[in-house]
């Protein structure tokens, strides 16, 4: 791995912003993978509109999928800072932890909705939406908070660092 550098290239930056919107997008409005999924339960068949809807968000998860894999490699190649020296040790292995889980749940997430939609792999359906979409609401939350702490009660620079570099 690369050295710890001053803050994040503008790259990761970039990734990371359109990781979240992507994520928020797929979280939030589900309703067209939920009625095409609703609707091959019932009937065996959807409308193009169901199709087309289940598609947009079906693309959304490929695209954070690609996105997280080239944050890797990014990760991988470039580093990342390091912890705020006023953060406990305690806390600075639960953001490492975290961030590990997070990546994890990233990559799990698209993978089983493309298990699911593509390969008809229900049970990996059931799993990614009611068991994994969970854990990611609490971890993003988990992250959010941290961010906020790092901005106000630590004074870090994190914040900044993922936001103007």
Known sequence: MASSPQSYSLAQRILHWLTALLVFFNLLLPDGMNAWNRSMRLSGSATADQIASAN????????????????????????????SPDEPPLL???????????????????????????????????????????????????????????????????LRRMTVG
């Open 56 to 83: 947009i968000h079906a693309w959304a998860g490929i695209a954070i999928l690609v996105a997280v894999a080239l944050r890797l490699v990014l990760r991988a190649t470039q580093g990342v800072p390091a912890h």
């Open 92 to 158: 600075r292995a639960a953001a490492s932890i975290a961030h590990g889980l997070l990546y994890l749940l990233l990559l799990a997430m698209p993978l089983s909705g493309i298990a699911a939609y593509y390969f008809g792999a229900s049970a990996a359906g059931s799993v990614h939406a009611e068991i994994l979409k969970v854990i990611l609401w609490a971890l993003i939350g988990l992250h959010v908070l941290g961010a906020l702490a790092h901005q106000f009660y630590w004074k870090s620079d994190r």
